[in-house]
């Protein structure tokens, strides 16, 4: 990732790590501690939370110049 981006996704998961069930969050799969959270504008994240550890399980990163039809 570069610079800006990688600060903005690294940002984003010291919040989430203080608090891996926030409101913004949603749960997949059965459970709570399996969740969905959009980081960033361009940046998914799967995780789950086990034994008070937020483990990070996907991790998806769009990049707005591989679209192969942009909007508008």
């Known amino acids: 990732m570069e610079p800006v981006r990688r600060a903005s996704f690294d940002k ?4 989430l790590a ?3 069930y926030t409101e913004l969050s949603r749960p997949i799969g059965v459970g709570e501690q399996d969740r969905e959270i959009r980081l960033t504008s361009q940046i998914v994240a799967e995780y789950l939370v086990s034994r008070g550890r ?3 399980v ?3 990163v769009f990049d707005d110049t591989d ?3 942009p909007e508008g």
């Open 58 to 60: 996907v991790l998806r």
């Open 18 to 20: 203080r608090d891996p």
């Open 12 to 15: 984003a998961l010291e919040i």
């Open 54 to 56: 937020l483990l990070l």
């Open 67 to 69: 679209i192969l039809l």
